[in-house]
């Protein structure tokens, strides 16, 4: 579940794994809120995210892309250890360092073979 925190951000919170990402679809609803060519950024904060898997982080990366598509910048905050680790064991440090990057192989990968 998502709870907006404001116009420039939002609060992710719950399971984004296999079993709860049909939870975490109303998530890409506030992307018609979001005004095209804003160049601003939108904070995304992890903290209450209870626990994430590969399937979670594919679903968060599109959404964060649609983000961007839409002209704001998104920006992870707040990332529990647990979600950090699950990152870094997963080879994905780089899909969530710098956004506005190309996407890196690894993110293609992961995409393509979900």
Known sequence: MAHYTNETGITLTGHWNLSGLVHQIESLS???KLEHGLEKLFRIDC???NSVDR???QFLYVWMQCISMRGAKPELVNL???MQQTIKSLG????????NKDVPDSC???VRNK
């Open 30 to 32: 506030m992307l018609h």
């Open 108 to 110: 293609i990968n992961l």
């Open 92 to 99: 994905l440090e780089n899909c969530f360092s710098d956004f």
């Open 47 to 49: 903290s209450e995210i």
């Open 80 to 82: 529990p250890e647990a």
């Open 55 to 57: 399937s979670g982080l």
